[in-house]
């Protein structure tokens, strides 16, 4: 991660996009500290993004695709992506994906999922086919074994956009 040194391990979890209870998209952003149990926001993105994807690359946190309320189901093209050094929202990509479709992947070479390095462990969450609920992987990248994760109850069920990150 860009910025200052940090002492220690932080492990926190970032979140974008979404929607209300009204179905309204949200164009928040927010950090979860997972030693500390809190939630901090981020600044708000460019524009709402209901069913976007978020994955880490190249020390940003990028939020690609998804829709605002008034296209209910019409994704779009763009995404954006936080600078942590900055600490603002770079401009959004108006193009960044080929078509107008649900982002299944968000990584390059990755295939149905979000993927997160986290200090010697690969970490890969995606579904089958679309409806089918996610799951979550961890690969140790010093045994190459695969360990499949469970989620309590009540941090189970859909994720529109969130990546874990210790650093």
Not at 37 to 49: G, I, K
Not at 54 to 62: A, D, E
Not at 113 to 121: F, L
Not at 123 to 132: A, E, K, T
Request: hydrophobic share 35%.
């Amino acid at each position: 991660m860009p910025g200052a040194r940090r002492s220690g391990l932080e492990r926190v979890v970032y979140v974008a996009g979404g929607h209300d209870g009204e179905k309204n998209a949200l164009k928040s952003a927010l950090v979860y500290n997972v030693a500390k149990d809190e939630w901090a926001p981020l600044p708000d993105m460019a524009r709402e993004r209901d069913e976007c994807k978020g994955v880490f690359h190249r020390g940003k946190f990028h939020v690609i695709g998804g829709y605002c309320t008034e296209m209910q189901g019409r994704f779009e093209r763009s995404a954006e992506a936080f600078d942590f050094a900055n600490w603002e929202w770079d401009k959004a990509e108006e193009d960044f994906l080929e078509d107008s479709t649900c982002p299944r992947t968000c990584v390059d070479g990755g295939d149905m999922g979000c993927t997160c390095v986290m200090r010697g462990k690969l970490l890969v969450i995606g579904c089958r086919s679309f409806g089918d609920a996610h799951v979550a992987y961890m690969l140790d990248l010093k045994s190459h074994g695969w360990r499949k994760l469970v989620a309590a109850e009540e941090f189970c069920g859909h994720v529109q956009s969130g990546c874990c990150l210790e650093i």
